[in-house]
């Protein structure tokens, strides 16, 4: 399965768009893509989910080229709320079953 | 209504001594996942059970982790013997069937300390 890999932080100001993006290379075609938002001391929360293209819910949107190799999560108007971990999540439902969390993002939105 | 629950929210335990870590996912979620999150690191895939089968358990890292969900409902993960580089934090996730099938809720995880 994919390995995943992201940078490790960014610094953001708050009402400004941020994007992190995800890098799995090795992604086969039935691996789907799942951004989670981890605080510290809880389990990661679920934002968003897409396979190819573009997606968008009311909290973020995650853009897939066509080759899928690697993803962006973008959140519009970060607040310093929005302060946490980022991950992508590479996953295989079918067959051979793998899930392969990125190496996070570690996010900071400042005043 | 209720999230994914897991107990204890801390363990600690001496080298060699067995713990049992237990998860309690949404009701009537079919899918659950075990994974394990060290200091500073994503989490790592354990295990996958669909109801009370386990379909994957590539992810264990050495035969003295044993997990179960023996009604299809509660799970426990099981780590006999442990050692020092079992100190993580443990978490459950489990899914519904149907349209949100890949979606995962994950409990707060068990924080596993080995003195």
């Known amino acids: 399965l994919a390995k995943t890999t992201q940078p490790i932080s960014m610094d953001s100001y708050e009402g400004q768009e941020v994007n992190i993006t995800c890098s799995h290379n090795?992604?086969?075609?039935?691996?789907?893509i799942t951004w989670y938002q981890q605080f510290p001391s809880q389990g990661p929360r679920f934002i968003i989910q897409?396979?190819?293209t573009k997606v968008t819910n009311e909290v973020a949107s995650l853009f897939i080229p066509a080759d899928r190799k690697s993803s962006t999560l973008s959140l519009p108007r970060v607040s310093l709320s929005d302060t946490a971990v980022y991950y992508c999540?590479?996953?295989?439902?079918?067959?051979?079953?793998?899930?392969?969390f990125g190496t996070g993002t570690r996010l900071k939105v400042l005043a | 209504g209720a999230g994914v629950s897991q107990s204890p929210r801390y363990k600690v335990a001496k080298r060699g001594q067995d713990v049992a870590l237990r998860c309690d996912p949404i009701?009537?979620?079919?899918?659950l996942f075990w994974y394990q999150q060290a200091l500073g690191q994503g989490p790592e895939f354990l295990t996958y059970?669909?109801?009370?089968?386990?379909?994957?358990k590539s992810g264990l890292p050495s035969d003295r982790f044993f997990a179960e969900r023996p009604e299809g409902s509660v799970s426990t993960l099981k780590i006999q013997r442990t050692q020092q580089e079992d100190s993580a934090v443990y978490l459950c996730?489990?899914?519904?069937?149907?349209?949100?099938?890949?979606?995962?809720?994950f409990g707060p995880g068990t924080r596993l300390t080995v003195l």
């Open positions: 059970f669909q109801n009370e089968a386990q379909l994957d």
């Open positions: 090795n992604i086969a075609t039935n691996d789907y």
């Open positions: 009701s009537g979620h079919v899918s």
């Open positions: 897409g396979y190819k």
């Open positions: 996730a489990s899914s519904p069937a149907g349209p949100d099938a890949d979606t995962q809720y």
């Open positions: 999540l590479v996953a295989r439902r079918t067959g051979t079953y793998k899930y392969i």
